[in-house]
């Protein structure tokens, strides 16, 4: 098992560009998330899933979208990118029942400038 | 509204000490309390639950609901604990900003 896996892992941006980041799991689990870590802030939650189809908001959603079309994937899309969306994004990924246990990636370090 | 306090940025202490990483916390009903663990070159990952009391690489937490509290503790550090730790508060695991141990040998 590859675990979760994420792409790039790493990328420079331009203040307005769009772009995703792609995050997959091969566990068969229902629950998955983006977090970013910021210095002196720790890990916050972006966006979150419960299941294909559906999708919610976590703590500082603004500026992202979120899909999941399929169980595997949890794309996670920057509309038009600002600097103070430079940071470093963790996508994790759990079963339903035990969301306390989440099996994170390896990270996507973004800069935007 | 949830909250997790993590006051310390950076702890060091030397090898065979005991060690304690604070963690406080902020919400309204029962909490479920974790510790996760992020080692040099690897990927953040559960280190302990309140709810299953157990002791897990010689770390243990106790909820300490009357003082809000869920510090992890160690009676002997080692040099392979060196690590990023962070305490995390309920299912969808609200984070505390982080605690950098590193222990000296």
């Known amino acids: 098992n590859a675990g979760v896996t994420q792409t790039p892992k790493f990328q420079v941006l331009k203040t307005g560009q769009s772009m995703t980041l792609q995050c997959a799991q091969d566990m068969n689990h229902e629950y998955m998330s983006w977090y970013r870590q910021d210095p002196g802030m720790g890990l916050r939650l972006i966006h979150y899933s419960v299941g294909a189809g559906i999708t919610d908001q976590g703590e500082v959603p603004n500026g992202y979208n979120v899909s999941r079309s399929t169980t595997e994937d949890f794309p996670l899309r920057l509309l038009s990118a600002a600097p103070s969306q430079t940071s470093v994004y963790f996508c994790a990924s759990s079963y339903a029942d035990r969301r306390y246990e989440q099996y994170f990636g390896p990270g996507t370090r973004l800069t935007v400038t | 509204a949830q909250r997790v306090t993590q006051p310390e940025k950076l702890l060091s202490v030397f090898k065979g000490a005991p060690v304690e990483l604070k963690c406080n916390y902020s919400y309204s009903g029962s909490p479920e309390l974790f510790w996760y663990v992020q080692y040099s070159r690897q990927r953040l990952q559960l280190l302990l639950r309140h709810i299953s009391r157990e002791s897990i690489k010689g770390f243990t937490a106790d909820l300490n609901k009357g003082e809000t509290s869920f510090h992890l503790k160690k009676p002997f550090a080692q040099e392979e604990d060196s690590a990023m730790y962070y305490c995390?508060?309920?299912?969808?695991?609200?984070f505390g900003t982080g605690t950098r141990l590193t222990v000296i040998p």
């Open positions: 995390a508060l309920s299912s969808n695991l609200f």
